[in-house]
C-alpha cells in the first residue's frame, strides 16, 4: 500500500471520531487538542524555516498561511463568518441566485436556504481541518513563478494497484467516513448522503452529455494552451501517453482503461462531489480537485483546467445526483485512458 493510503485512513479515522463526538462529548476536545497540536507543529515548523530551493519563499508562505488558517478555525465566530461566505459563493456559482432573481424569489429568503457549512458541527469543523491542510500541503508543492511553465515531469506509468488502493477504493472509504457511515448514518443513509442514487433514463443521458461537453472543454483548453507556446498541449499528450500504458494490444489497454475509468470516476465523484460539496460548495470542492493533481505542479494551468471542469461537474451534481457526474467522468477517463494505452 501506498503513504496516501495510510493518509486516507487517518483521515477515515478522524472523520468517524467527528461523529462519535455528538454522542461522546470527550471526542470533540480530542480533536481540538489534536487540531491544537498540529497548529502548534506548523508555527515551530515555520518559525525553523531554512532556505533549501528556490521555490522556499512560496512554500514558506504556504506553511504561514495553513498555520494561520489552522488557529483560526478553532473559534466559533470565525467559522460561522466563514458559513457565510461559503454560502454566498456557492449561491452564486451553482446559478441560485440567478433562478431566484429569474423566479422573483426574495433574495434573503433563498440564501438561508442555501446556507452550507454548519459552523457549530464537529465533523464539519474536523473536515474543515483536513481540507485546509490537504490544500496547503498540495498547493505547496506547486510552481507559482507562471501559470504556463512549460515543464512536465517524467511520466511513470501507473500501477493498477495503486488506481485500486487509493483512486478507487481509498477515495470512496474516506467519502463514507466522512459522512459518519455505522456512527451517525446508517449505510443507505450514507449513499442518498453522498448521491449516489439509482440513476433515470434522463440521468444517465447527462452523464453521455457530460462525457462530449468534456471533449470540447478539453479542445478548447489544448487550443488556449497551444497559443501559451512552449507546446504544452503536445506536453500532456506525451505524460498521459507515458503514464497510461499496457503493453499486449486491446486487451490490456481495456483493463488499464476500464479500471482508471471506474476508480478514478467513483473515487473522485464520490470524494469531491458527494462528501466535500454540500459541505463547502461548488468551487472550493472543485479547486481540491484540481489540486490533487499533483502531476501538473510544475504546469499549474493544467490544475486551473481541472478546477474549471470539475467546477462544471459540480454545478450538474448541484441539480442531479453524484451517480450522474460519475457517469460522465467514468466514461471520459475510461475513454481518454484507452486511446493513450492502446496508441496503434
Known sequence: MTLDFFVVLACCVLGLIAHGSRHQQWLSWVLRTIIVICFGGEALSALGWTSTGENNQWGLDVLRGMCVCTGLILFLPVRQLLSYVLSAIDWIVSGSLLIAAVKRVQLAKSFVGERIFIPA???????????????????????PESLNMPAMPIPIPVPLDQLLSYNGFGLVLLAFCGVGIFVARKPREAMARLGWVKPSLVHVGIGIALIFVTFAYDAV?????????????????????????????????????LATGLCAGIGEETLMRGALQPVFGILPAAILHGLLHGQFSHAPIFIVQVAG?????????????????????AGFNFLTTFLFAFNP
Open 121 to 143: 458541527s464537529m465533523p464539519h469543523m474536523v473536515a474543515l481541518w483536513i481540507f485546509i491542510t490537504s490544500a496547503c500541503f498540495l498547493l505547496g508543492s506547486v510552481s
Open 309 to 329: 471542469w470539475s467546477t462544471i461537474m459540480g454545478i450538474v451534481r448541484r441539480y442531479t445526483n453524484t451517480t450522474t457526474t460519475i457517469i460522465g467522468h
Open 221 to 257: 483548453w489544448a487550443n488556449v494552451t497551444h497559443q501559451m507556446g512552449g507546446n504544452l498541449a503536445s506536453k500532456l499528450t506525451s505524460y498521459n501517453t507515458g503514464t497510461f500504458t499496457a503493453g499486449g494490444g486491446a486487451g490490456p489497454s481495456f483493463i488499464l482503461a
